[in-house]
């Protein structure tokens, strides 16, 4: 990427002034399709996180006397600034993640829109009147902003991630210290000049951007600290579990989005060319690395080897390369752990017995690239199935009946997402109330949106992002109760 981007930005931004870490450290931020320096970025370490906090906190207490009315005029200005700088952030999205263009043109056109949702939901949050329980007694239930969030976001959508969690944030009146992944932080950057231009106050919206060595210090510090009230983490289970350890020592709310391991589930009565293309799109959407993709596609045995022959016809198609080529299909994975661990799940599957389809090895260009890979027979006790593959790896499983097909589906401590085709009625109502995930997609894999709750059971987090009960995940209620002298 040329370095005349506007929106490249190297500092921490804290109080509303761009700073450089009180070390004085930089860790660089490298492109994953072509191994080149994008930029040198500031190491924030816990001294930093420390100081936003203290802004952070000291902002909130003017931020969140602010109307809803006003908070929503900025999320929408702030949104309108974001469009019209869609081709600049893309650009950045594919430097710093290896996205196609076309993907990351969606995701900061999708981030914008979080904005503007959040904009419309900042006006509608409501409390409640309760029946009186007595004469001359009345309660009331309101909400309000908890405080200080620190926000740990991801990089394989880092712009939507950001604006899904400081959107809701915002709009009820919260301050925030985002920390950005280590591997995407120029996305959150480019952001803080808009913020400012729309009006968000200094000290309201700050980003410390960190190496991967520093983010342990700096997410414990977020955890711990007295001043910050909410932790909002999207990232493995993991680090979650971390976390979620850290911050009982000060009790605070917590909501995680953590990994996946999502069944995509194919019955004899589907619309096979639907399910092809569903399954298809879903898998190989930014190179196979989204938390919702489908990591284990079941194939009911009357329709297997069609389903098995189209999906290897679609990605045998793929064209691998630079996001930035017109012509490109899929990119690069974010580092070359991704690219080990794809490669150590096809092996140990053909090791027990499963057969390549398409790919099945690293890419001739070398570097972070795999490529896209449909591998058939996989047992289910291969690592396609039991770990989170988060790579380019269809990994398609025979099986024979419903009950065979749910058993499989919900055998995972991970629940994040589901998916299944099926045109029975009966067998859709049995299916989707025993899928044992956060959301499923019936007939469908891309229904994901801004009014949708979105989040995991079982160890695939906790609470919800997005929609009005995403707003929720950072307020405290307050019962008032009233005596009427």
Known sequence: MAPANPLIRDKSYIGGAWVPAKSGATFAVTNPATGELIANVTDSGAADTDRAIDVAHTAFKTWKKTTATERAAILNRFAQLMDENVENLAKIIIAENGKKMAEAQVEAQGAASCLRYYAEEATRTT???????????????????????????????????????????????????????????????????????????????????????????????????????????????????????QAA??????????????????????????????????????????CVSANRILVQEGIYDKFCEKMKQHVSGMVVGNGMDPKTSMGPLINQRGVEKVERHVQDAVKQGARILTGGNRSKLGGNFFEPTVICDVPTTA???????????????????????????????????????????????????????????????????????????????????????????????????????
């Open 249 to 290: 020592s000060t009790v605070k709310k917590v909501s995680l989005e953590l990994g996946g391991n999502s069944p995509l589930i194919v019955f004899d009565s589907a619309n096979l060319e639907a399910a092809v293309m569903g399954a298809f799109f879903l898998r190989f959407y930014g190179a196979g690395q989204v």
């Open 127 to 245: 409390g409640d009147v309760l029946v009186p329980h007595a004469r001359g007694k009345r309660v009331l239930v309101i909400r309000q902003p908890v405080g200080v969030a620190g926000l740990i976001t991801p990089w394989n959508f880092p712009l939507e991630m950001i604006t899904r969690k400081a959107g809701a944030a915002l709009a009820v009146g919260c301050t925030m210290v985002i920390k950005p992944s280590e591997d995407t932080p120029l996305s959150a950057l480019a952001l803080c000049d808009m913020a400012k231009k729309a009006g968000v106050p200094d000290g309201v919206f700050n980003v410390v951007p960190c190496s991967r060595p520093n983010a342990p210090a700096v997410g414990k510090v977020m955890c711990e600290s007295l001043l910050v009230s909410k932790i909002s983490f999207t990232g493995s289970t993991a680090v979650g579990k971390i976390l979620l350890s």
């Open 383 to 485: 690592l396609p199935c039991t770990e989170e593959t988060f790579g380019p790896l269809a990994s398609i499983v025979k099986f024979k009946t419903e009950e065979e097909a749910i058993t499989i589906a919900n055998n995972t401590r991970m629940g994040l997402a589901g998916y299944f085709y099926s045109n029975d009625m009966s067998q859709i109502w049995r299916v989707a109330e025993e899928m044992e995930v956060g959301q499923v997609g019936i007939n469908d894999t891309f229904f994901f949106n801004n009014a949708a709750p979105f989040g995991g059971v079982k160890e695939s987090g906790l609470g919800v992002e997005s929609s009005k009960y995403g707003l929720h995940e950072f307020q405290n209620i307050k019962t008032m109760g009233f005596g009427l002298l």
